[in-house]
Nanobody, 123 residues
Framework: VQLQASGGGLVQAGGSLRLSCAAS????????MGWFRQAPGKEREFVAA????????YYGDSVKGRFTISRDNAKNMVYLQMNSLKPEDTAVYSC?????????????????WGQGTLVTVSS
């Protein structure tokens, strides 16, 4: 099982980025998926989660209203649209697969983790 995140980069404050996560090795159409981030010197932080069918989403307070998570089960992909980016959004963003069908915000609910993609927001 592999999860590969992409789409990170350098963007100015107020800008947008779209992250993608490609899953391979098996299909995850029955699993919720999520995004987490980790800034230098900080603990990993929950960003967003989406249920197995895309009907439910859940966001961390710091990104609510600015970020949107979505998925395409036919392509085994999950996305994170990030708008109105702030310097404090700078972090390595990683996608993960949950052990459940429903949205979850705790790390222990996730069983597969991918390598992250770096997002840097300049002021």
């Amino acid at each position: 099982v592999q999860l590969q995140a992409s789409g990170g980069g350098l963007v100015q404050a107020g800008g947008s980025l779209r992250l993608s996560c490609a899953a391979s090795g098996r299909t995850f159409g029955s699993n919720a998926m999520g995004w987490f981030r980790q800034a230098p010197g900080k603990e990993r932080e929950f960003v967003a989660a989406i249920s197995w069918n895309g009907d439910s989403t859940y966001y961390g307070d710091s990104v609510k209203g600015r970020f949107t998570i979505s998925r395409d089960n036919a392509k085994n992909m999950v996305y994170l649209q990030m708008n109105s980016l702030k310097p404090e959004d700078t972090a390595v963003y990683s996608c993960a697969v949950s052990s459940t069908r429903w949205v979850a915000a705790k790390e222990h609910d996730y069983v597969y983790w991918g390598q992250g993609t770096l997002v840097t927001v300049s002021s």
